[in-house]
């Protein structure tokens, strides 16, 4: 097992200070983000990747993969694809396929699976295998089902599912994150590792109770992580972890600044490393 924190909530910091903070931490990596508004844009990765891997170095660390918005085998897919290669980066998540409008879903997901090919097409020239990150709501995959769906026809060697307990307990409560890491289990090679809880939103103009979710701290939100944690383990899974310290915004239970995000980071941490 390996484990990263992903760079997101951490960018108005140097990836040199990442690196430091992460490594007092006991983390073994980044999961750094390589796309537009990332710590590195695509269009520079050429150049930012290589001092990104230095500063991680320096501190004892790896970039253990990329987080990027490619969702078509593009020149700029290619050109991160490729500097992910020379370096030895073989995983990158990829971006997000919008769901919209209803009524057309069938059709979108063979557009979706279509899309998928050709990037996995682009990755084995490079030997870099794309993952695809199940998110709930208005994004294709929003749950595992849909995922395996998506896949099931493409070789585990050439594309990978990552899969994210807060998600998929959002679309699939009581067993159905579950049945997808079942049927996902050939292709799981990324985990997501965060959580979430209900809060109640205003009545709608029927008097309808309504709830918008937030992110939580590990221990105190609804997806069972041990219980996902545990399955996955049954599943043989031994690979990559990347904490998602979301904490900022109206998303967030509180609205953390960089260095509340890192201590946020370390309890998550002491709370994870418990499950095995």
């Known amino acids: 097992m390996q484990l990263a924190a992903f760079t997101k909530s951490f960018q108005d910091w140097s990836i040199d200070r990442v690196a430091r903070e992460f490594n007092e931490l006991g983390l073994d990596g980044l999961d750094l983000t390589v796309r537009k508004g990332g710590h590195i844009e695509p269009a520079d990765v050429d150049q930012g990747l290589p001092q990104a891997i230095a500063a991680a170095h320096e501190h004892g660390l790896k970039i253990l993969f990329l987080s990027t918005d490619i969702t078509d085998a593009t020149p700029l897919a290619e050109k991160v694809l490729a500097a992910a290669a020379t370096h030895g980066i073989d995983r990158v998540k990829l971006g997000y396929y919008p769901y919209a409008p209803f009524g057309t879903l069938a059709k979108q997901m063979d557009d979706v699976r279509a899309r998928l090919a050709n990037v996995a097409a682009l990755g084995r020239r490079y030997h870099v295998r794309p993952c695809v990150h199940i998110h709930s709501g208005n994004d294709i995959p929003s749950h595992g089902t849909m995922l395996y769906q998506l896949i099931r026809d493409m070789s585990p060697d050439e594309i990978g599912a990552y899969v994210d307990p807060l998600h998929m307990t959002l679309e699939g409560g009581g067993a159905g994150w ?35 979710t937030r992110m939580v701290a590990l221990a105190d939100g609804v997806a069972p992580l041990p219980d996902f944690i545990a399955t996955l383990k049954k599943i043989g899974y031994d690979g990559t972890y990347s904490l998602h310290s979301e904490y900022k915004g109206k998303h967030s239970f509180r609205d953390l600044s960089t260095d509340e995000c890192l201590a946020q980071t370390r309890d998550d941490l002491a709370f994870f490393r418990k499950m095995f």
């Open 178 to 212: 579950k049945q997808g890491l079942d049927l996902l289990a050939p292709w799981i090679q990324l985990v997501a590792i965060k959580n979430f809880a209900w809060q109640k939103a205003e009545r709608d103009k029927l008097g309808q109770q309504r709830w918008e």
